[in-house]
């Protein structure tokens, strides 16, 4: 059902224009611009006869093709009319981008289910009204109008466009990929459990993201999202958790807020990861993205700055995580490689003139050491005694990849502008880097979380 929308073979945009201050160029722009993409694409504006270089049709039933998805963008009042059109050409599935309907009043409710229920009649499925589009960034497919991702293994299914956005803009900047993107906006017709149906089955999507403010079916969607966690990690970012926000999500999307203790519940006996902030839902995001699940909970920190230990150490101890004690045997394996004012407890502070040779060093040691599960290298990026910028993470990585990325290694870098060149490295890596001890320390948590769930 909802994979159809992901795999058209023919595209109609209803609403193209050449003019870039309108949200149909930038759904046109987006389709045309990945030249991977092999659906043919059909403009439709009555008052154009050439959009981009394609010919336009004044209306999908001039199309002498069928159309398997068509995507609306033509004013609230014209909608109507034209999902009419598209049922009339049989179009297999719908996006309706326009806004305008329940999110505005009930009168806008009624219309958006008169829509889908003639839509039904003859086995058209609809996405929307008052969404941003959908992606397939494995087939170079942007069906919405915000920019492409680079290419991964997350797939996300968001209520907020703008949101959903937002959370693909921060983790590009951080180098994670998508697979799959779906904003499904006033869920008028298809809705979150059907999209985690798709996902559950769908090869690429590894990492299973929901923006949630309202749930249709709440049993159903609770035993959908059980069996997703199952073999994938799901993680789930609520909005409308409060009073405040329950309002702004009635004026957002039209939705009556589904009671957050209620949810919570719900998710943690379902196995997913429940997240209360975008910091968190992305850096859940990162750990499950590039990193494997720990062997068990004991972590190994390094560091050649002591506060940041410090900080990493307070969240440990708020999330209930477990420093490992250092053996014998790995004192004296790290003992040739940093000076005697170090003292050899975890975690372990190196100072600051701890250069990337040191790094590597430590880190493998630690990655190849029983006794220790998780390890956490901290630093703050020198401008001192001639180090390279990169130099420490490339040891870390180094030493990642020569123990076969066996373990998960949370890298806190710290310094700002600063990161550009580790940044850089990271995503050519495929490895994460993470901003914050805070961050770091949650994403050790849900490691952790998800490798005590599926050993039970």
């Not at 959903?164 to 298809?190: E, R, V």
């Not at 329950?246 to 919570?264: E, F, P, Q, V």
Request: hydrophobic share 40%; charged share 25%; net charge negative.
């Amino acid at each position: 059902m909802v994979k159809e929308f992901f795999y058209p073979k023919t595209i109609a945009v209803i609403g193209a224009t050449a003019d870039p201050k309108k949200f149909g160029n930038a759904v046109t722009v987006n389709l045309l611009e990945n030249d991977q993409l092999e659906s043919e694409i059909f403009p439709i504006n009555p008052k154009s006869t050439e959009i981009l270089g394609l010919k336009s049709y004044s209306s999908i039933l001039e199309v002498d093709k069928e159309v398997d998805l068509a995507i609306l963008l033509v004013p609230s009042k014209a909608v109507s009319l034209v999902v009419d059109q598209c049922i009339e050409k049989l179009v297999k599935r719908i996006i309706i981008v326009s806004a305008g309907f329940g999110e505005i009043n009930e009168e806008g409710k009624k219309i958006e289910q008169e829509m889908t229920n003639k839509a039904h009649e003859k086995g058209i499925r609809i996405i929307g009204p008052n969404c941003v589009g959908i992606m397939n960034v494995d087939l170079g497919m942007n069906a919405s109008f915000v920019l492409t991702p680079p290419k991964g293994n997350v797939s996300i299914v968001t209520q907020s466009g703008s949101f959903g956005a937002a959370c693909l803009y921060d983790m590009k900047w951080q180098g994670l990929g998508f697979s799959k993107f779906a904003n499904l906006g006033n869920m008028a017709d298809i809705n979150l459990t059907d999209v985690l149906e798709f996902f559950k089955e769908d090869e690429n999507s590894k990492v299973v993201c929901i923006y949630l403010e309202n749930v249709v079916d709440g049993r159903k969607f609770y035993e959908t999202m059980k069996e997703v966690s199952k073999t994938k990690p799901t993680i789930i970012l609520k909005g409308g958790r409060t009073a405040y926000g329950a309002s702004a999500a009635a004026s957002h999307t039209g939705s009556i807020a589904t009671d957050y203790s209620s949810l919570k519940a719900a998710i943690k006996q379902s196995g997913a990861t429940l997240c209360e902030s975008m910091s968190d839902y992305v850096a859940a995001i990162k750990a499950f993205s590039f990193l494997p699940l720990p062997d068990g909970n004991r972590v190994g920190i390094l560091t050649n700055s002591g506060g940041s230990a410090v900080l990493f150490s307070d969240y440990a101890e708020e999330y209930g995580l477990e420093l490992a004690d250092f053996s014998k045997g790995f004192k004296e394996k790290i003992a040739p490689y940093i000076i005697p004012l170090v003292k050899k407890v975890n975690p372990l502070d190196l100072i600051a003139g701890a250069n990337g040779e040191t790094y590597y060093q430590v880190t493998k040691a630690m990655l190849e050491d029983p006794n220790i599960d998780i390890v956490v290298p901290c630093a703050v990026i020198p401008t001192f005694l001639g180090m390279t910028l990169d130099e420490h993470y490339s040891g870390v990585i180094r030493a990642w990849n020569e123990t076969v990325r066996k373990k998960p290694i949370i890298p806190i870098f710290l310094s700002g502008e600063l990161l550009e060149k580790t940044k850089e490295l990271a995503e050519k890596e495929q490895a994460p880097v993470f901003m914050s001890p805070r961050e770091a320390a949650f994403a050790v948590k849900v490691l952790i979380d998800r490798m005590k769930k599926l050993q039970k």
